[in-house]
């Protein structure tokens, strides 16, 4: 059962759809990414002066704003109140780079305003995140030691985890109307800069949404296999 699990065309049908999805967006946000990289931002703003503007629109004077290492390593610290932007994003002065910053604040403004699906996504992701690292040995090692209850327990986990991706997907897609429409209205985009930004923006959404896709169709695949097992 062990090496069926591993090797199981099955299991590379089930998540064949969210594969070629996920190798697409990637390909998607690469080209977006190089394209807006090539578009100057309106005033000639950095990433990091993009991101402190909007948070002084908005009245929000307790999140820092630091740089971190990594291509594309920008996310927002609820905990630590924290906008941490990507060497290329935090000195940039691209449209690309404008975008992304304003997507992170995004997350910072619904932080401050008590965006309800934030709130249940922060609140789940120590349990996702144990989830989604112990549920696949849990269930392999459920069915090697045919230990049905730790199959179940295996499976509970990476539900969690489900979860977070599917309550994940409503989140980025708010930070990034929220981004366009706080971009435009104080005048930091024109309508045109906008589509360039939102290309940006949409390219990476698609990679949450085969993010999701995965998680589920892997969840499909653990709960067929305990299907099979029972049979």
Known sequence: ???????????????????????WAEL?????????????ARGGLTGAQTAQRILNVHGINNVAIEP???FL????????????????VYHGQSLASLGIAAHEVGHAIQD??????????????PLASVGGNLSAGLILFGFFFHMTGLIYVGIALFSVFVLFQLVNLPVEFDASRRARQVLLSNGMVTQEEDRVVGRVLSAAA?????????AVLTLLYYLSMLSRRRD
């Open 68 to 70: 971190t290492k990594g």
């Open 28 to 40: 998607k946000v690469k080209s977006a990414y190089a394209a807006a990289s090539k578009h100057r």
């Open 112 to 125: 401050a305003t008590s965006y309800g699906p934030l709130g249940i996504r922060n609140g789940i992701v």
């Open 206 to 214: 698609w990679t949450y949404v085969a993010a999701t896709l995965m």
């Open 1 to 23: 059962m062990l090496s069926q699990m591993f090797f199981d065309p099955k299991y590379f049908l089930f998540i064949a759809p969210a594969m070629l999805l996920a190798f």
């Open 73 to 88: 390593g920008d996310h927002y610290d609820p905990k630590k109140k924290v906008l941490r932007l990507s060497p290329d």
